[in-house]
């Protein structure tokens, strides 16, 4: 095998993992560098997302009547339903065949167009050809926080931008790369179209453009200018009325005014480092200079919980945490579950848990070696936990009162503890990562919580995290399989660590509605810890804003980042 084939092998095993949500952050890294750096990989990258988003379609295009679903009846598994004897089976077996087929083929033909010298065209008079699919000039790299306004296409990580689509969204932020390796991201709300390989029109919002050598000429279009590119960073900012600032962090751009007239005089700029102007319109264009603000450009999305994968159960749902991606000072780590720092429940004053969908409760299966606290601090489990603890609607000011049986002269403090197999060190970005399962009817954002870090000292700051970094609306949040609640019977709960062992609950209840899991990033500094500092556990309490609690499923704690070689 010659090298170019093994180097396209490279390349597809890259695209195929990021299509499949299996890329690691080493891979992420080599994916990032490759584009960046080789138009001929860039192509075959976006010739890649179209064949994947085409076979997507295969599948979405099929009739209803071919599948089986269960409209009238949503809580019965289709796996489970037989046909009547003697009548035929409606499954889409063939259609599935066919579907596998024609993926196989695609990918085929697309492999052998790829890595193999390129044959004469072979053109067929009789087949009928199907509509030519819009061409794409971008794709989504990241995604953070984002959400998408009424009516706009819904897009995720390998997401490929169509040409003279409009795309608005409401809230976040995007990061597309174009095939000349132009970087652009986009902060909500924002709506912007991409109209070429070289242009991006946004008619409302704020983006950053990076135009790396080979990218020069790169545009921007707003409804008064154009800014073209001649290798830069630069921010564009574009109001509700039209009105345009932009900022030249380096390099230099032309700044183009649209001309509404005829006759205008209004002349482009050349803008370079530093400078900064604002497009406003009174009778035509008017120009004017403002002050340069470098804050105005975002050169990378923030640290946060970036994605996580899972095995999944029977109904293909996720069950089991197996990694989680993090990203922690600008860089993007990759952890499998058992690279986490454990826990131990040391507390716990709340009312229920969550067991599998088996039911079986730790605290009456007749196993001593089983526990409740397990449920939390001894498995991988998203769909397991000790759950809803007490809170307070103000955050905590002294050390919490966590006795193993609660002394009714002192009162444990409502909420949860836990301490950490080792200590957590605090360094760039997210050093704990809070796994909560959320019910789809619920709260988007998720529960907000308190947390405080132990052992309570006087610098201790407590603090409340209100959303979490992948939320029921995040494209990232894996819906779970089915799960039981088990409710203790005192309407008060209960109110200690030894009590969640004995107390009786209702026996459990299988739930019905749906639920997600969500994942959030906690930063130590937040907590006011030092960098290089470090915390042996936390308390958690529920911010009691609402009547719904937080239901932690898995709380890990990040290893230490090794010093950067120098």
């Not at 995720?156 to 409009?166: H, L």
Request: proline share 7%.
């Amino acid at each position: 095998m010659n090298q170019n084939n093994k180097y396209n092998e490279m390349l597809y095993e890259l695209f195929g993992a990021l299509c499949n949500q299996t890329i690691t952050s080493e891979q992420h890294q080599q994916l990032e560098e490759v584009l960046s750096s080789d138009a001929d990989a860039r192509l075959k990258y976006f010739n890649y997302l179209d064949l994947h988003l085409n076979l997507e379609r295969m599948h979405d295009e099929q009739p209803v009547s071919d599948y089986e679903f269960q409209v009238q009846a949503p809580l019965v598994n289709a796996s489970y339903t037989q046909a009547p004897p003697g009548q035929p089976v409606k499954t889409s077996t063939a259609l599935w065949l066919l579907v596998s087929a024609a993926c196989l083929v695609l990918v085929a033909g697309f492999l052998t167009f790829n890595l193999a010298p390129p044959a004469a065209p072979q053109i067929s008079l009789d087949t009928p050809q199907s509509q030519p699919k819009p061409p794409s000039a971008a794709a989504v790299t990241q995604t953070a926080a984002v959400r998408f306004a009424e009516g706009s296409p819904f897009l995720k990580v390998g997401s490929p931008i169509v040409n003279c689509q409009e795309y608005a969204i409401s809230a976040g932020q995007l990061q597309l790369i174009f095939t000349n390796g132009a970087e652009v991201i986009l902060t909500g709300p924002a709506v912007f179209e991409s109209q070429g390989p070289e242009h991006l029109a946004v008619r409302y919002g704020a983006c950053s453009v990076y135009a790396p050598d080979g990218a020069e000429g790169f545009t921007v279009e707003t409804p008064l200018s154009q800014v073209v590119d001649y290798g830069t960073r630069f921010s564009v900012n574009v109001s509700e009325a039209g009105n345009t600032d932009v900022q030249v962090i380096e390099g230099e751009t032309d700044v183009q005014p649209v001309k509404f007239k005829s006759d205008s005089q209004i002349k482009s700029q050349r803008l370079t480092r530093g400078m900064a102007q604002r497009l406003t319109t009174n009778n035509g264009v008017v120009v004017d200079d403002i002050p340069f603000d470098q804050k105005q450009y975002v050169s990378q999305l923030p640290d946060r919980v970036v994605s996580y994968t899972t095995t999944v159960g029977p109904e293909n749902r996720a069950e089991d945490l197996k990694c989680v991606t993090v990203q922690r000072g600008g860089k993007s780590y990759q952890y499998e579950v058992e690279d986490l720092i454990g826990i131990e429940l040391t507390h716990y004053q709340g009312r229920s848990f969550l067991t599998r969908n088996d039911g079986i409760d730790p605290g009456t299966d007749g196993n001593p070696g089983t526990l409740r606290r397990h449920l939390l601090d001894d498995d991988r489990c998203l769909l397991t936990g000790v759950v809803n603890p007490g809170g307070s609607t103000s955050p905590l000011t002294a050390a919490p009162v966590m006795h193993e049986e609660e002394d009714p002269a002192h009162p444990n403090t409502p909420g949860m503890a836990i301490r950490f197999r080792e200590p957590v060190v605090n360094g760039p970005g997210p050093d704990i990562v809070l796994f909560d399962l959320q019910v789809i009817v619920h709260s988007t954002t998720g529960d907000a919580f308190y947390a405080t870090p132990l052992p309570f000292t006087e610098k201790s700051k407590t603090h409340l995290i209100q959303k979490f970094d992948i939320d029921l609306a995040s494209p990232e949040a894996k819906p779970l399989e089915k799960f039981w609640l088990h409710i203790f019977n005192r309407k008060s709960g209960i109110s200690s660590r030894s009590e969640l062992e004995t107390a009786k609950s209702n026996g459990g209840n299988w739930h019905v509605v749906g639920a997600k899991a969500l994942a959030t990033g906690i930063d130590l500094s937040d907590l006011g810890i030092a960098e290089g500092e470090t915390v042996e556990g936390l308390f958690i309490q529920d911010v009691q804003d609402d009547g719904d609690m937080i239901d932690p499923v898995f709380i890990g704690g990040l290893p230490p980042l090794k010093p950067a070689r120098k």
